[in-house]
């Protein structure tokens, strides 16, 4: 019979001990809403999972001007949150639109950046926030950032025995805009055929852009900034023209492909024009009270 | 080998051998008889095995039964009053025809019963938010999203009727 022993340990340092105890015969469970369909589809069959579901150290959300996530935290938690809500509504906009509120109830944020599917929701927004992913071991610790930590579809920088801790997203600066566009075919239960994720911060007149960041999922093998449109937007008084502008920089710097969800001459025509949009929410936003 | 696990069901303490591999619904269905959570599509995309663990919705067919030790997990079956008396949402499913070939119902209900607890009074809008995990297959959206406005206004005017 095909089965496995459930481990559910109850601390971090727990966590790495059995990671390192058992090495690559356990597999790391979150939620499990795509582990546990990759072992139903026997795409993996480990001997032990190794859940994360009852360590409180990695379940938490700190707001103090930075933010910190830890890696177990659920999209249901990240989504009802205030903090986020109030102040990083770029992931508000990712977790809310992630799968569907049961999903959401089990899966969290360190299993979709760790699962590194190209069209991970979450991943544009860490990237346009300059998170800092920081990782542990039995052996230690390391932080990266999150442009360095996708490898490829299905793979991080994470080594065997590697977990992710938290993620560390630093104070925004004064009026800043920042927006996620999940563009689907269906209004849930789907994944996007882009991701873009864009952050602007104006200076005192709210028109000149002081620093710009733009993120895509879904664009390329791995979720990707587009250093060459942000470095055209820093120091631009923002309006349709320049957006457009970036857009088309970013559309070429992209590297999509054709799939079952969309062309690479659509997704390449998309990129254009949610950028654009996107950008455009972003400036609304940092008018808008607060930063929401 | 099996494993002897202690959760609540439906409000009542229950010990069960369980395999680690198996999942809430196969436990629920097939260890305990409650056979109302629906295995659909089995891999969290339908929401026909909808439960509520500790209030909150979750996909049955892919939660790790194990996760469930001492937790309060609530079936549509659980939703019946002390005298066997339907729900308000159970009967506003059958008075707006919320229910059309029935397999997606006890889903719907209960990711709707978890709206409710936090949202009594939710527009079309929230509800189609709330409820955008489960499929109805028959198609009958409508009906349902009317069914829960409906049992919104019945469980608000039972409120008001109670004696304070």
Request: aromatic share 6%; proline share 6%.
């Amino acid at each position: 019979m095909r089965t496995y022993q459930y481990l559910k340990p109850t601390s971090l340092a727990e966590v790495l001990e059995l990671l390192k105890h058992y090495g690559p015969k356990a597999k790391i469970v979150a939620g499990g809403t795509d582990v546990m369909i990759q072992w139903k589809k026997k795409l993996l069959s480990p001997d032990y999972f190794i859940s994360l579901r009852n360590v409180p150290e990695l379940n938490f959300i700190s707001y103090r001007g930075d933010l910190r996530i830890g890696s177990a935290t659920t999209h249901r938690t990240l989504e009802l949150s205030p903090e986020i809500r109030n102040n990083f509504p770029v992931i508000r906009d990712a977790v809310s639109g992630l799968g569907s509120v049961q999903v959401r109830n089990s899966a969290t944020i360190g299993g979709n950046l760790c699962n590194a599917a190209p069209s991970a929701d979450t991943a544009p927004p860490m990237l346009v926030l300059d998170t800092e992913v920081k990782i542990v071991s039995a052996d230690g610790e390391r932080s990266v950032p999150v442009r360095d930590f996708f490898k490829g579809p299905g793979r991080t920088v994470l080594e065997p025995g590697e977990l992710v801790r938290e993620l560390c997203v630093p104070e925004p600066l004064p009026n800043t805009g920042m927006a996620y566009w999940k563009h689907t075919r269906r209004k849930a239960m789907d994944l996007p055929i882009l991701g873009v994720a864009v952050l602007m911060s104006f200076g005192e007149d709210l028109k000149t852009c002081v620093k710009a960041r733009i993120g895509l999922g879904v664009a390329a093998p791995v979720p990707m900034r587009v250093r060459a449109a942000e470095e055209f937007l820093e120091g631009k008084v923002v309006d349709e023209i320049v957006l457009n502008e970036a857009g088309e920089m970013a559309s070429e710097q992209a590297r999509p492909r054709s799939t079952i969800r969309g062309s690479e001459w659509y997704r390449r025509e998309m990129i254009r024009v949610l950028v654009k949009r996107t950008g455009l929410m972003c400036q609304e936003r940092a008018k808008g009270e607060g930063r929401s | 080998m099996k494993q002897t696990l202690r959760f609540t069901v439906n409000g009542h303490p229950v010990q069960v051998e369980v395999e680690p591999h198996w999942n809430l619904l196969r436990v629920l269905r097939e260890e305990l008889d409650l056979t109302g959570a629906k295995q659909g599509c089995g891999e969290g995309e339908c929401g026909a095995c909808t439960v509520l663990v500790n209030g909150a919705p979750v996909n049955s067919c892919i939660y790790p039964v194990l996760e469930a030790e001492n937790k309060v997990v609530l079936t549509i079956e659980g939703l019946l009053g002390e005298k066997n008396e339907l729900h308000p949402l159970q009967v506003a499913f059958l008075e707006k025809a919320g229910v059309q070939c029935g397999f997606c119902t006890p889903g719907m209900i209960m990711s709707a019963k978890a709206l409710l607890d936090q949202n009594p009074a939710p527009t079309a809008d929230e509800i189609r938010h709330a409820l955008a995990g489960n499929m109805c297959r028959c198609t009958g959206y409508v009906q349902i999203v009317e069914s829960v406005l409906h049992a919104a206004d019945l469980m608000s005017r039972r409120t008001a009727q109670e004696p304070v």
